[in-house]
């Protein structure tokens, strides 16, 4: 089992910035087969979107959509099994719940965070 925590949403202006963080714990079997994290976001009346991701623990591969390339960036800490998204230039259009996922054997998802771009 994993649990994931997610932290960081907010309120942010148009052209600004927020970085959102998610914490993995859990069994050391489920910790050491995870092989992926990232961010996915659900606006309201669309469908869950994927918005980057990265492998862990070596490589760190990236993958972004396309509407969010040149203005995210995730990251990851793999000592403390943590995720992070730096989002700047954010639109309205970026508002939505932030969902952290892991991938161990199984999806694994956290709270969701909400995120919102508005003047």
């Known amino acids: 089992q994993v649990q994931l925590v997610e932290s960081g949403g907010g309120l942010a202006q148009p052209g600004g910035s927020l970085r959102l963080s998610c914490a993995a714990s859990?069994?050391?079997?489920?910790?050491?087969?995870?092989?992926?994290m990232g961010w996915y976001r659900q606006a309201p009346g669309k469908q869950r979107e994927l918005v980057a991701s990265?492998?862990?623990?070596?490589?760190?591969?990236?993958n972004y959509a396309e509407f969010v390339k040149g203005r995210f960036t995730i990251s990851r800490d793999n000592a403390r099994n943590t995720v992070y998204l730096q989002m700047n230039s954010l639109e309205p259009e970026d508002t939505a719940v932030y969902y952290c996922n892991a991938w161990a054997i199984r999806d694994y998802w956290g709270q969701g965070t909400q995120v919102t771009v508005s003047s």
């Open positions: 859990g069994s050391i079997f489920s910790i050491n087969h995870m092989n992926r």
């Open positions: 990265i492998t862990m623990p070596g490589g760190g591969t990236t």
